[in-house]
C-alpha cells in the first residue's frame, strides 16, 4: 500500500526557514516523480514544486523560485521542502505527491502538513 | 503558465440527478505525437487530501465509480457525475500536467439540493 506521511509544519515567524519532510513507502521512491502542492486555508490547490526520480530534475513556482529547494534522498525514501525567507503567504496545508513521471497526474497524496507564517 | 478556468464555482445538484463541471484551459494539452490530453480531476472531500478521479482526460482510475466520466480534447472538458450520490459532496478540480509548471483550476464546490 502506498503511503506518504508529512511532517515538518508548524508555526514560524516571516523571514525564518521551515523544513518539510515526506517519508515515502509501498513503492520503488526512486522510479517516480514527487511533487509539492500547497493549500491555503479555503482556497484552492497551488503546485510548488517538481522533482524527477532521479533529483536530477526540479521545477518551481514563481512565487517560491529562489525561496524553496526540493530535494529527495533515495535512500531513505524521503522528499523534502527547504523553505527560506518564509512569507505570510506561504501558510497552507502543505501537501506531498507521488507522480509516475512529472508529465503525470498525481495519483498518491499524503494527508498533509499545516505551515503557518506569522508574527 | 497555462490557466485553467472552471464553471461553475458551485453548484447543488439533488441526489440522483446529474452534476456537469467544466474545465478550459488558456492553451490546448493535447499532446501531438501522443494524442493524449494532459488533464486529470480530482476530487477533494472535506478535511481529506485530494484524490485522483479521473486522468488523460477520460481514464477512471481504478475503484473510481463509473458514475464519474470525463470528456473532451485540446482546450475544453468536462466531468460528469451522472447520479449524485451523498459521498459525492466535495470540491472537484482540474489540473493540467502538459507543461512540468502544474497549474490547477480554482474549484467547484458540488452540494446537494
Given at each position: 500500500?502506498?503511503?506518504?506521511?508529512?511532517?515538518?509544519?508548524?508555526?514560524v515567524q516571516p523571514g525564518g526557514s521551515l523544513r518539510l519532510s515526506c517519508a515515502a513507502s509501498g513503492f520503488?521512491?526512486?522510479?517516480?516523480?514527487?511533487s509539492w502542492v500547497r493549500q491555503a486555508p479555503g482556497k484552492g490547490l497551488e503546485w510548488v514544486s517538481?522533482?524527477?526520480?532521479?533529483?536530477?530534475?526540479?521545477?518551481?513556482?514563481?512565487?517560491?523560485?529562489?525561496?524553496?529547494?526540493i530535494s529527495r534522498d533515495n535512500s531513505k525514501?524521503?522528499?523534502?521542502?527547504?523553505?527560506?525567507?518564509?512569507?505570510?503567504?506561504?501558510?497552507?496545508?502543505?501537501?506531498?505527491?507521488?507522480?509516475v513521471v512529472i508529465a503525470a497526474p498525481a495519483d498518491y497524496w499524503g494527508q498533509g502538513t499545516l505551515v503557518t507564517v506569522s508574527s | 503558465d497555462i490557466v485553467m478556468t472552471q464553471s461553475p464555482d458551485?453548484?447543488?445538484?439533488?441526489?440522483?440527478?446529474?452534476?456537469t463541471i467544466n474545465c478550459k484551459s488558456s492553451q490546448s494539452v493535447l499532446y501531438?505525437?501522443?494524442?493524449?490530453?494532459?488533464?486529470?480531476?480530482?476530487?477533494?472531500?472535506?478535511?481529506q487530501p485530494p484524490k485522483l478521479l479521473i486522468s488523460w482526460a477520460s481514464t477512471r482510475e481504478s475503484g473510481v465509480p463509473d458514475r464519474f466520466s470525463g470528456s473532451g480534447?485540446?482546450?475544453?472538458?468536462?466531468?460528469?457525475?451522472?447520479?449524485l450520490q451523498a459521498e459525492d459532496v466535495a470540491v472537484y478540480y482540474c489540473q493540467q500536467y502538459y507543461s512540468?509548471?502544474?497549474?490547477f483550476g480554482q474549484g467547484t464546490k458540488v452540494e446537494i439540493k
Open positions: 500500500e502506498v503511503q506518504l506521511l508529512e511532517s515538518g509544519g508548524g508555526l520503488t521512491f526512486s522510479s517516480y516523480a514527487m517538481d522533482i524527477s526520480g532521479s533529483g536530477g530534475t526540479t521545477y518551481y513556482a514563481d512565487s517560491v523560485k529562489g525561496r524553496f529547494t525514501n524521503t522528499l523534502y521542502l527547504q523553505m527560506n525567507s518564509l512569507r505570510v503567504e506561504d501558510t497552507a496545508e502543505y501537501y506531498c505527491a507521488k507522480a | 458551485s453548484l447543488a445538484v439533488s441526489l440522483g440527478e446529474r452534476a501531438s505525437s501522443n494524442k493524449q490530453n494532459y488533464l486529470a480531476w480530482y476530487q477533494q472531500r472535506p478535511g480534447s485540446g482546450t475544453d472538458f468536462t466531468l460528469t457525475i451522472s447520479s512540468a509548471l502544474w497549474t
